[in-house]
Structure formats: C-alpha cells, structure tokens
C-alpha cells in the first residue's frame, strides 16, 4: 500500500474582516419627487361648516422613480352654498399650494420605508381645518400605502400642527391621528411637539367621517345637473305658459275696453238726441 502525502486544508484567517456592507443610498428629497409627479384624478368633495355646504375638490398625483415612489392628495376649495346663492371662496384655500392643504407620503425603496409630509406637517387653511378633512386626506394616503407597501416601516413625521390653537386642539389632532393608528413620540410632556410613526404599514388604519366629508360622485352630479335641467325647463314652460294667458287676457281686456268705449259713446249719443227730441228741438 502506497502512501499518499494528504493535503492539509487552507487556514481561514479569523482575523480577516469581513467585506463592509454597502451603504443605502440617502432617501430623495420630496420637493424633487413632487417635481416628478403628475396629476392622477381628481373628486369633488362636500363638507358641511354649521350645516352650510362647502364644495372643493381633491386631486392625487402620483410618481415614481427607480428608487422611490410618491403620493400627494391636494384640496382647493369652490364655493359655499348659502342658502340658493353660491359665494366663491378666495385666499389660499382656492388655490393649489405646495405645503399647505396637502398631504404627500414618499416611499423609500432600499430602506423599505414610507414618511409622510410635507416635512413642516401637514395643515389646512382656516376656511376647511376642523371639519374632517384631514381624516379623509389620511385615509386616501393610507389606502394607498397598504395596497402596494405593506410590511415598509413608517418613519417618524413631524407632527401637523393644530388646526386651533389650545388644549382642546391638540386633543383632537392626537386622538385623530391615534384613530388611525399611529404611535408618538414626544419632545415634550404636554404632548404639544414631537412625531407619528408606525412599525408597519398594514397596522395602519383608514377610514374617515363621512356624514362631514362625502364624495360627490359623477353619476350623482350629473343626475343633479339633469334634475335641474328637468326643474328649470318646466319652469320655463310654465312662465310661457303665464305670459301667453297674460297675453291673452291683456288682448281680451283691451277689445273689451274699446267695445265699452263704443257702447258709452252710442248710449251718449242716444242719451243726447232723445234729450233733445224731448226739449222739442227737433
């Protein structure tokens, strides 16, 4: 039997580091994903202010690039409906802003994580803050998130500031934001400052008050609109209608003036000759 010299393995070097770990890119910045982001749809929305109706509509944008994707609703308001009149509302809440009334989330690819903006919070202009909107901006941004992201991590946002000043305000902005789902961290104990975030996407909640914010659908406009249509086109009908009887009645009273003028004129001038005859001066 022949021996065979046996190779002896390679010595690993313990001491060898290991490769580092790439480093993830840095998330891109959100004004240049809304620069990247294009008009999607568009819904009219109706809120009720004390009873009073306020129209406005919202549009989401959407974009995308190879590491990042981004969603933006946006709120401009129309007009109120006072009573049968319609005021046009002015200022800032009828106009598309960058950072005020509107809510953006931006998704973080390589780091699976979503944050939500604008990076100063999100606020409403005073003529639309407190009457649900920002519970149906939220939802829209949720439901969007939970369809395509559901297992990204939520980082920490700056949390919106009250849309009224007071106890009372912050109150309703925590529990608003709680009702979605959202855990805080505070830089403070009066709970004034400080951040929303989440662990997941999916334990996220959506869902807003609808009896103070309610989609106004097309197939409703339209019905609306042709109902009017209906209203006004009888309407119309029935103002002819009036002004022909009014015609027709001014024409009856004006043959029936002149033929009272007539049988005056011949009962005067039969009045007049037997008064005469009677006098014997014929």
């Known amino acids: 039997m022949s021996s065979r010299s046996l190779k002896t393995p390679p010595k690993i070097d313990k001491t060898a580091s290991e490769p580092e770990a790439i480093p993830l890119p840095s998330p891109e910045d959100e004004s240049h994903l809304a620069g990247r982001s294009t008009p999607q749809a568009e819904q009219l929305i109706a809120l009720l202010d004390n009873g009073v109706p306020i129209y406005l509509f919202s549009r989401i944008s959407s974009g995308h690039t190879f590491q990042s994707d981004f969603f933006r609703i946006q709120f401009v308001t129309f ?5 049968s009149q319609w005021l046009p509302l002015r200022g800032e809440a009828s106009e598309w802003m960058n950072t005020r009334n509107c809510l953006q989330v931006a998704v973080d690819h390589p780091s699976h994580t979503v944050s939500f903006g604008p990076k100063s919070g999100f ?21 969007w998130l939970k369809q395509r992201y559901p297992d990204y991590r939520v980082l920490p946002s700056v949390l919106p500031a009250p849309e009224a000043d007071g106890e009372e305000a912050r109150a309703h902005r925590n529990s608003r934001l709680a009702a979605h789902g959202f855990d805080f961290e505070w830089d403070d104990g009066s709970q004034v400052h400080g951040r929303y975030h989440k662990a997941r996407v999916r334990q996220l909640i959506s869902g807003w008050d609808n009896e103070k914010v309610a989609e106004v659908s097309l197939n409703a406009l339209l019905t609306t609109l042709s109902r009017h249509d209906e209203e006004r086109a009888e309407l119309q009908h029935k103002l002819h209608s009036l002004q022909s009887q009014e015609r027709s009645l001014e024409t009856s009273l004006h043959k029936e003036k002149q033929t009272n003028l007539l049988l005056t004129g011949i009962t005067c001038f039969v009045l007049i000759f037997s008064l005469l005859g009677a006098l014997g001066f014929y």
């Open 123 to 143: 606020s409403l202009s005073p003529e639309i803050s407190g009457l649900g909107l920002s519970g149906y901006a939220y939802s829209q941004a949720i439901s």
């Open 79 to 83: 007009a109120r409906a006072e009573g």
